[in-house]
């Protein structure tokens, strides 16, 4: 458990500036006291900026990992099918969660090899495995980032650097984010697509036959369920995702 919040609060903390981040090297007391001096004020200031960056962490680590491709993909996935919520909300997040562990395995052991034991064996001051998480990171990100969203982003904070492993983390961390989302929705739409097609020849279908009033929703949906039961949907969906990284 004790690990487990260290890696946390490395990998948060490994992408705020330096000069804020160094504040929390020092040891943190949770004790109740009055402030005497401004370096205890200082201190209460830390506390503060760090349980609200800790409020943030779900949000940070989500859109810093493969989580937004491949819940998105696997949303697309089940509105295609048109079975409500079918599966659950709860399923298709778990099922993301446990994939985005699956594809950043590599990333996180890396970052566990070259900075976290480090850091707990007091081989690496703070600074320098605040320094070591990032690398892992910005390279996962960097290899799937769209050059043109990155320029985007570039051109509009003034950031002129042609050697990208010095581009600011700020600045990369939204252009993976849109990059993931123009891929996530592409994806979505080769999903549709197939079953577009079943739509469409069961409305004309109906049509044909006089039949207006049947919504044509009620006969596609179990050829749709037939077709990605016998294709092994699931499976072809999956095996997609995980190489498209």
Sequence with gaps: MRKGLVVLLIIILGFLPTETASAFEPAVDFRLTTPETPQDVVGMLNIF??????????????????????VIVLSFT????ATQQVPPNQVIVGLSLFLTLFIMAPVFAQINEQALQPYLAGELTYDEALTL???????????HTRAHDLELFMDISGVEETNLEEVPILTLIPAF??????????????????FLVIDMIIASTLMSMGMMMLPPVMISLPFKILLFVL???WHLVVKSILQSF
């Design 49 to 70: 900026l760090l349980l609200t960056v800790l409020s943030l962490a779900p949000a940070i680590l989500v859109l810093l990992t493969s989580f937004t491709r491949t």
């Design 133 to 143: 998480v990032q690398g892992p990171l910005r390279e996962f990100m960097l290899a």
């Design 177 to 194: 984010v849109i990059s993931e989302l123009k891929t996530a929705f592409q994806m979505g739409f080769i999903v549709f697509v197939p």
């Design 78 to 81: 089940r509105n295609a099918l």
């Design 231 to 233: 294709v092994d949907g």
